[in-house]
């Protein structure tokens, strides 16, 4: 059987391949682009809604993007560049709006407010000094601060009521945050791309061979789940975008790049409610502080969300020990995962980390009324009655070589490439989906060089995302200019 060929294959049907497929849909819109995805259709694994948080992460909310040093400082140098890698893609998703390549903006993003909320003087001290850091730049200017009982009343009512009136509190808000369905904006740019010549998508189709050509072409190999039916591919670029099936991919792969790369998968679940009643009261996201131990994707919060145009709440997520690495993967996952390259970093890994290893195993076992207990904490007055349980994705969290051969645990994303840029991957989790424009940016600018430096290709990337090239963190005067752009084309506006 002859192999397709193609110009650019991409692994994966969620929102990283849609991302990057529609980027270069614009930059050259003759590549042949095919995607392959596993399952049955796209954003089905963690990019659906109901297996991420849904929240534009921008560094607002979200406190353990500002770690509190030992000197009592708070560093919040990667709150900035979430919050302006978080502004490219709403920069990117602008222009697909304004374009007609997206719908409406509310079928996949919403304005929600983004609050931090904590209690105890020792919490009340971080959050003060964390607003007033934050506050003093150009990104955060909008930041709101109070530990007035009244204006927390009005910004969470449900957070507040019945709370004991002698607890020190204290909150930050920005209205203009949002909530993001990511499978319906996935699916909404898979559409589009479906609409255009020179594109394929291939469903119940995981990749079982992966293997470069000495011409440097690389040859892919899917099955069909359900005809037992193997199509050969063929073609210059892959892009690994299957969230915690990148990996066993990259490692499938055999780049030298890939060597030392293993992974800690995590799952996680959701309480939701959807008695209207009560969704009708909460209008907001709001982060507080994780428990000691807990990886960052535990960070608790109590969201409203808009998921397939319903509303509901979430709270959560609460953290579990898998060894899956997809939702809908195998147990075996991670022991498959185990090579000599990466041997030394998983046992380095395993052997540092127990208290968060103890930490996911006591979260398995918590009950429902413990669960709810937890809530309590946000929602005093909650009831258990109206709180289900809901599965949420997995993650696989990075592990990789540090300075001294062993292994650490990274909590962000990572972007792997082939020295010749004909393959990549991208590892991790969050912020994930919130910074997909900008990764896949990343992605073209190392695998596309050439291209990405012609004044055509430039002109494009401009077009698409007008700060390209140029720093939102540094430049006050850009940032004004994307920004009213971003939320009057979104509508995200608290005045509109």
């Not at 109901?50 to 534009?56: E, S, V």
């Not at 353990?64 to 000197?71: H, I, K, L, R």
């Not at 780049?255 to 009643?277: H, K, M, T």
Request: hydrophobic share 40%; aromatic share 8%.
């Amino acid at each position: 059987m002859a192999a397709i060929q193609a110009d650019v294959v991409l692994v994966g049907g969620g929102v990283m391949s849609a991302t990057l497929g529609m980027m270069l849909r614009q930059l050259d819109p003759s590549l042949n682009i095919i995607m392959v995805e596993r399952l049955d259709h796209v954003a089905h694994e963690s990019t659906d809604g109901w297996n991420n948080a849904g929240t534009g992460h921008a560094g607002y909310c979200e406190l353990n993007y500002t770690p509190e040093t030992d000197g009592g400082d708070v560093e919040i140098e990667r709150a900035l560049a979430i919050n302006a890698q978080f502004e490219v893609s709403l920069q990117f998703w602008s222009y697909l709006v304004e374009k007609g390549m997206l719908p409406e903006p509310s079928t996949f993003i919403n304005r929600t407010p983004h609050q931090s909320f904590v209690w105890g003087e020792k919490d009340v001290a971080f959050l003060r000094r964390r607003f007033e850091k934050l506050k003093a730049h150009h990104l955060f200017r909008e930041m709101e601060y109070t530990e007035s009982p009244k204006e927390l009343g009005e910004w969470m009512p449900l957070i507040v009521q019945n709370r004991d009136p002698m607890q020190a509190v204290a909150a930050t808000r920005v209205r203009h945050g949002s909530d993001v369905d990511f499978g319906s904006l996935t699916r909404s740019m898979v559409k589009y791309l479906e609409s255009k010549p020179n594109f394929t998508l291939m469903l119940n189709s995981p990749v079982h061979y992966l293997a470069q050509r000495d011409n440097g072409r690389w040859k892919v190999r899917v099955r069909d789940q359900k005809t037992g039916e193997t199509t050969k591919l063929e073609t210059d670029f892959v892009f690994l975008g299957a969230g915690g099936g990148a990996l066993p991919l990259l490692q499938k792969s055999g780049i030298e790049e890939a060597r030392g790369y293993g992974g800690f998968p995590v799952s996680g679940q959701w309480l939701v409610c959807q008695n209207p009643d009560v969704v009708a009261k909460h209008h907001s996201k709001v982060y507080g502080k994780a428990a000691i131990g807990a990886p960052p994707m535990s960070v608790p919060h109590l969201d409203t969300r808009i998921i397939n145009g319903e509303p509901a709440l979430l709270f959560g997520p609460f953290a579990g020990f898998t060894t899956r690495f997809l939702k809908q993967g195998s147990k075996f996952d991670l022991f498959g995962s185990v090579k000599p390259n990466n041997l030394k970093p998983m046992l380095s890994v395993s052997k540092n980390n127990m208290d968060l290893t103890r930490y996911l195993i006591k979260e398995v076992f918590q009950s429902h009324s413990e669960r709810v207990a937890s809530l309590r904490n946000f929602f005093p007055e909650a009831e258990e009655k109206n709180w289900k349980l809901q599965d949420a994705g997995q993650r696989v969290q990075i592990i990789k070589k540090d300075e001294h051969g062993r292994g650490k645990l990274e909590f962000g994303t990572e972007i792997v490439a082939s020295s010749d840029g004909k393959l990549s991957a991208l590892l991790g989790a969050s912020p994930g989906a919130s910074t997909a424009a900008n990764a896949m940016i990343n992605v073209l600018e190392r695998c596309f060089a050439d291209r990405m430096s012609s004044p055509e290709w430039q002109e494009r990337m401009r077009d698409m995302v007008p700060s390209y090239g140029q720093s939102l963190v540094n430049d006050e005067q850009l940032l004004n200019t994307v920004r009213e752009r971003t939320l009057r084309t979104l509508k995200l506006n608290p005045e509109s």
